[in-house]
């Protein structure tokens, strides 16, 4: 019987894994943490040539933060859920980090799924994709010969795609530290293990508002112009104001229907959910 | 190719494909039979097994990922773990699908955290299902065992 | 001496291994119906054993209401995954690609998906005829009606209806709908066939051992002394692991191949094998001004599916539990089972009974609304005692819905409050007829061996009867085993479904060990259960007892998304006699949670006959975290009562309390599940009404 068994790749540093990528591109699929391919394969969406695993790249797993004003929180790619939602360092100065990487399905998803796998596999109803897009986190990419650095929002680029190339790896997330007022709501509309039906983050970076609306549309939804409308306010939002930021963000999204929620209902609640955020904001 | 890894403390070679998952080679390779293939995509729990002293989902785990680890499953335990003994005091199971799940969850949380509140376990085994529905004797059995 | 549940040494049937078994894999319909014009399989290595439509011939038809099923199908497919190729292979692996290699080509025909759609002029026919089967499950009168796509209907007749309705004062009418649910028990539908000199041997996860047999021996045309079927614990069933599921694919690859053979379900394919009924419902009550009843009318559509499996019992269950425990002169009940062109729908959990609670007791309060009563007196006023005759003609004995009602609403504070507060009580009948019989071995070690038929599927049965039998033998509980079930050792029993076991069998140990004492070395005891109902006028015994509760539910509202939390849920269940307590209150407490399932999330999705959430990210089950902050419940027993099932009476009033808490807040909700975006609309609706903006 004519069966592919894949070939398992295990590189052991950075560049040999680059260079694989460089060699094979979308032959081999990448492995970070495993979980959203394990799901693939078990349902047969998914049947790779090769596997390229990153788990003994142990360069790709870190937490770092200097001391520098200005200096970004740094995470490896091959840093899991569970090392986000543990680190003492996250939980003191980006704590709706930690707790928004906590929310994250179970212990046992946790501590197998990457930061860099979640954004790399670009899920509509994850939660940390859209977090680090508020925070107007970047991350880094690199191949065999070049490295950029590129906002969450143009790394997400539709349904479960991105804007890597088949000779790139993602391999940090860089979180800025100038930010306050951090907020993330997931509102699950039935189980309490259900995935959110709409979620919310929220964050002034740079004194700027930043609302982002996650699994709602096959990319995090962030619409600058209606967070201006909150520039200015430094007294605290309004009533007034956070209610019409709430619905112009639920008439500017063509949301999804799923087994979470209809379209129409997703509408109501984002408009709710985007003025809980922001009244959630203000100290 | 070949995996090796500890398994309930024993040092194990077993023949596995690449993409195979651990639960698949535990069954098959090593008779573990407390891990079982339910839902395929991570979500149940009842697949749970320690990998290096963590929840995993055994049935979304590419086997080759276990290379030098160590494995446990409810089979490693004595029978008469504090968690497996207030499983039993508290009767809280029924069918047993996924009380190795629950029992494996339990344990690797009270180490983490002796002491904790109902809300806290509701939320550590949130990802335990139970269609028998046990959770209101599971919960107690986990209260028992952090005491004891 | 650990239990092997917590210690991981239980095996199920998906366990069972024999030198040179095969793995099977099915291929299955993508179509809803569709005519099989051509199967190929040419392309499969000779190493797969194949079985096609072309195979089956000579296999008898089987079904344990309508005999209406073979083992695949003849010429055309009836649902989203009837079985149309089976494949046996050395591995799981070998056999799921071999079915990547076989080419199935469809001529696709109209389909219908709904109860009420079926039933109108001029909807496709699933199937041309409803032949009523001889399986001993057929056990009431069934009424197919030739021609069309209702393989029974069930009455009761009781009284004037017409003249009912005009001495109401007051009448209000609703329609409801309950959607299909899957019991995704935690281990998939597993078995194990293998022939020796002729003779099959089965191992099976199954609720239905003699059922099955008789099925299978039609199936293949030999006694069913030639047929033994062995269960292994469930890992849960809940109603699914009934009549013939995986076996008969199985026992054919196994003939085939001339090796034993396993066939395991994927989680996907649970949703494709057997799922809850959906119904809708339509019910009309009249009462005086006083709030007496005087008159119910309800028609229900109980969608089977493609094939009839146990819906007829369904559908008659289902008739009688929505009329509820109460005295009403005149009550007309039509229910029908309906074929559609979904995958088939059989037991679940309530057996009917959770359709018809949510339908009768919502109506309840609808009508108290109309009255302007409290819902509580309302109930109180018209609900059975003993001596009262229900709709059926039965006299009522042994009923306690008062002091049930009266526990759920001093819960919930009833007497303080009612916003946000629902009531509900419930009545559900016990599989009658029926038959339990059960054998007690002395072993020579001084220890005893039961032989019973009843199946453990988590429920602790095997527990209850060895504790039973050591009470009756005066020995300690370690010295009495039960035998896995095993057709060659064990006594016909009807089947473990309908709370019954711990009762029935209960009483036939009585007989066993009384008739053990005077023999010494083996002791058979029966215990047999008469009555039924005549399936034209409903009349006669539904149930030689009834098992009974109310509950209770406090919720609060989050009235801008419609999300709202059950703060608190009760029920207090009529038990009669106690045999394990930790066991009953399991019993009670997981019903009470699978309840919580059906009321708030679960439904299965269906596009043109297609599930579209078969997988439990999509489709929900509950968690730890699902809990209400209060969850608790009573179960009472009397002096010298029977023992009274409790394996799934909590599990259909729930639905109802909570719907009816909603209500007291104006939130009118119909249709299961109640989902965030139904309250929400219902909010918009009560905002409407009021003349108020949403």
Known sequence: ????????????????????????????????????????????????????????????????????????????????????????????????????FSLVASPRVRNQATVGGVLADADYASDPPTLLQALNARVVVRSEKSEREIPVEELIIGYYETS????????????????????????????????????????????????????????????????????????GYTRELVTEIGQRYAESIEPISDSRGSAAYRRRVIAVEVRRALEEMVP | MKIHFKVNGTPTEVEAQADEMLLEVLRRELDLRSVRATCGIGICGACTALVDGEPISTCIFLAPLAEGCEITTVEGLSGDHPVQRAFEEEHAFQCGYCTPGMILTARSFLEENPAPSDEEIKVALGGNLCRCGCYVKIIRAVKKAARG | MSNPRVTGAIRYAQDVEFEGMLHASILRSPYPHARILRVDASAVPDSVVVLTPDDIGDFGSYGCQIQDQTVLPRERVRFVGDPVVAVAAPTKREADEALNLIDVEYERLPGVFDAVEAVAEGAPLVHEHHAISENDAAYFGIRPQEGTNICHRFRIRHGDMEEGFKQADVVVEETYRTPGAQHAAMEPHASVARWQDGRLEIWTGTQTLFNLRMDLAGIFNIPESQIRIISPPMGGAFGAKTFVRTEAIAACLAQKAGRPVKVVLSRYEEWLTLNRHPATLQVKLGARADGTLVAKRVVCWVDTGAYADCGPGVAQKMGYAAVGPYRIPQ????????????????????????????????????????????????????????????????????????????????????????????????????????????????????????????????????????????????????????????????????????????????????????????????????????????????????????????????????????????????????????????????????????????????????????????????????????????????????????????????????????????????????????????????????????????
């Open chain 1, 1 to 100: 019987m004519s069966r592919n068994i894949p070939q398992w790749l295990a590189p052991t540093s950075l560049q040999e894994a680059l260079a694989l990528r460089a060699q094979l591109g979308d032959e081999a699929t990448v492995v970070a943490g495993g979980t959203f391919i394990g799901i693939l394969m078990n349902q047969k969406i998914m049947q790779p040539q090769a596997l390229l695993s990153l788990r003994n790249v142990s360069e790709l797993a870190f937490i770092e933060a200097s001391q520098d004003e200005g200096s970004s929180l740094r995470i490896g790619a091959m840093t899991t859920h569970r090392a986000v939602e543990r680190t003492s360092l996250i939980h003191q100065e980006w704590p709706v980090l930690a707790s928004t």
């Open chain 1, 164 to 235: 890597l190339r088949p000779d790139e790896l993602l391999v940090e997330v860089r979180v800025p530290r100038n930010r306050e007022r951090v907020v993330y709501r997931k509102f699950r509309s039935r189980s309490s293990e259900d995935r959110p039906c709409v979620a919310v983050a929220a964050a002034q970076v740079d004194g700027k508002l930043r609302v982002v609306v996650g699994a709602v549309a096959e990319k995090p939804q962030y619409f600058p112009e209606i967070c201006a409308l909150a520039e200015g306010e430094t007294g």
């Open chain 3, 331 to 694: 009550v007309w009940v039509d229910s029908l089972c309906v074929y559609t062109n979904l995958p088939p729908n059989g037991a679940f959990r309530g057996y009917g009974a959770m359709q018809a609670v949510w339908a009768s007791e919502r109506t309840m309060d609808v009508l108290a609304a109309k009255l302007g009563m409290d819902p509580l007196e309302l109930r109180l006023k018209n609900v059975l005692v003993d001596g009262d005759q229900f709709c059926t003609g039965e006299i009522m004995h042994d009923v306690h819905f008062i002091e049930c009602l009266h526990a759920a609403a001093g819960t919930i504070g009833w007497a303080d409050n009612k916003q946000g507060k629902g009531l509900c009580v419930l009545m559900k009948g016990m599989q009658t007829p029926s038959r339990a019989s059960i054998v007690v071995e002395a072993n020579d070690d001084g220890g005893y061996t039961v032989h019973c038929a009843t199946a453990e599927m988590g429920q602790g049965a095997w527990y209850s009867i060895r504790l039973m039998a050591a009470e009756l033998l005066g020995v300690e509980l370690e010295k009495v085993h039960y035998a896995e079930p095993d057709t060659d050792l064990a006594p016909y029993d009807t089947r473990t479904t309908s709370s019954r076991s711990t009762y029935m069998m209960g009483r036939a140990l009585v007989e066993a060990v009384r008739d053990l004492k005077r023999k010494g070395e083996l002791g058979y005891g029966e215990c047999v259960n008469k009555g039924g109902l005549d399936p034209d006028t409903g009349q006669g015994i539904a149930s030689t007892h009834w098992h009974q509760g109310a509950a209770a539910a406090e919720v609060r509202v989050d009235e801008e998304t419609g999300k709202f939390q059950v703060l608190k849920l009760y029920t207090s269940i009529y038990a009669g006699h106690v045999v394990n307590r930790p066991g009953a209150e399991l019993q009670n407490e997981g019903s009470m949670i699978m309840g919580l399932g059906t009321t708030l999330f679960e439904e299965i999705a269906f596009e043109d006959g297609q599930p579209a959430n078969a997988n439990l990210s999509d489709y929900n089950l509950p968690a730890a975290g699902d809990l209400p902050e209060s969850f608790t419940s009573d179960l009472f027993e009397r002096e010298g009562a029977e023992v009274h099932g409790l394996g799934e009476t909590a599990l259909p009033p729930v639905p109802p309390a909570i719907g009816n808490a909603l209500y007291s807040l104006g939130i009118h909700v119909t249709d299961l599940p109640l989902s965030a975006e139904k309250v929400l609309n219902a909010i918009d609706s009560r905002q409407q009404a009021k003349g108020g903006r949403t």
